[in-house]
T-cell receptor, first 116, second 111 residues
Framework: DTEVTQTPKHLVMGMTNKKSLKCEQHMGHRAMYWYKQKAKKPPELMFVYSYEKLSINESVPSRFSPECPNSSLLNLHLHALQPEDSALYLC???????????????FGPGTRLTVL | SQQGEEDPQALSIQEGENATMNCSYKTSINNLQWYRQNSGRGLVHLILIRSNEREKHSGRLRVTLDTSKKSSSLLITASRAADTASYFCATAFGSARQLTFGSGTQLTVLP
């Protein structure tokens, strides 16, 4: 199984809602990532988990809260978002050779988030 | 700020022609990768070239890397309408577990 799955595909939420995005992979990868992508722009890294521990947080506002329950799952909890947070949220995974050469990332199809 | 810049920003060619996209970056790298993204979808990894490699092939793709100029190019030969997508270069550097993506090239292949 060489697939990264993301749910839901689309999400519309109000600024007072709480929702969660989910990501799953069964490739045995130990690094997982959340990216945010605005239209016609490259993906921007938000968080990196390595061996289920948060290793990189790119100064993301606290209204985004990541969680890695186990090596296959990655969640992104959303609360009190702003309309400017509307974007495509991408999850990715990769093998993680600690301190070694960096490998390719496998991306999910993304969740299209609209904040009203 | 983004590590890589790509040019052209947009490229439109006829089916069967070759497409060349360029990427420049700013710091030393471990490797450089190219990804394709169809509209509104996830990214698909195309090819990875390590800093000690100069050229790499995969099917109709040819990637070159010039570390002295801090630049890379992606050549797609005999393009097809299905190659229409955005193409991003991404660099990995230092010991950071992260990629930094270039600005992307939107390729349109006309049938």
């Amino acid at each position: 199984d060489t697939e990264v799955t993301q749910t839901p595909k689309h999400l519309v939420m109000g600024m007072t809602n709480k929702k969660s995005l989910k990501c799953e992979q069964h490739m045995g990868h130990r690094a997982m990532y959340w990216y945010k992508q605005k239209a016609k722009k490259p993906p921007e890294l938000m968080f990196v988990y390595s061996y289920e521990k948060l290793s990189i947080n790119e100064s993301v506002p606290s209204r985004f809260s990541p969680e890695c329950p186990n090596s296959s799952l990655l969640n992104l909890h959303l609360h009190a978002l702003q309309p400017e947070d509307s974007a495509l949220y991408l999850c990715a995974s990769s093998q993680d050779h600690r301190g070694g050469p960096y490998n390719e990332q496998f991306f999910g199809p993304g969740t299209r988030l609209t904040v009203l | 700020s983004q590590q890589g810049e790509e040019d052209p920003q947009a490229l439109s060619i006829q089916e069967g022609e070759n497409a060349t996209m360029n990427c420049s970056y700013k710091t030393s790298i471990n490797n450089l990768q190219w990804y394709r993204q169809n509209s509104g979808r996830g990214l698909v990894h195309l090819i990875l070239i390590r800093s000690n490699e100069r050229e790499k092939h995969s099917g109709r793709l040819r990637v070159t890397l010039d570390t002295s100029k801090k630049s890379s190019s992606l050549l797609i030969t005999a393009s097809r309408a299905a190659d229409t997508a955005s193409y991003f270069c991404a660099t990995a550097f230092g010991s950071a577990r992260q990629l930094t993506f270039g600005s992307g090239t939107q390729l349109t292949v006309l049938p």
